[in-house]
């Protein structure tokens, strides 16, 4: 409880056994990490530009994004934006969840976003872009 809110202790519990013998000092020692973050954006990049236009783009909102192989996920915001605190240092992947992507729109980045992240470190601009399918008109004629 009296840890810097970006420090943690890795592993899966933080738990150890001790053997205290009376008279004897022991010592028990827990490996710490400093934590990172995570930011990026979905968005339609309607311009084609590869940077996201408030103007312009539509920010995609309510698409999951999640960390492998941890598991993490999240939502991206109304802007489109999207958060991961606290995430251990390690090689990780940020994905898009396509199933929560509206039929409208197409992926044109990639799926999945691999980078090594260090201890303290806050990573930004791991975007994924999108662009409007295009609109398919079906013409019946008459016989």
Known sequence: SRLPLDMAVRGDAPVQV???????????EFPMV???????MLYVDVDKNGVYDKKID??????RVYLVPIGK???TFSDGSYYFDYVYPGEHEVAV????VAPD??????EKIKTPLQGGQTLTDLDFLFSPKPIVIEHFGRK
């Open 58 to 63: 539509a920010a995609l909102q309510n698409v």
């Open 97 to 100: 969840d396509l199933g929560t």
């Open 34 to 40: 400093t934590t990172s973050k995570i930011k990026g």
């Open 105 to 110: 729109y197409k992926l044109t980045s990639s």
């Open 73 to 75: 996920d999240t939502l």
């Open 18 to 28: 001790v053997t205290v013998n009376s008279l004897k000092t022991s010592t028990v």
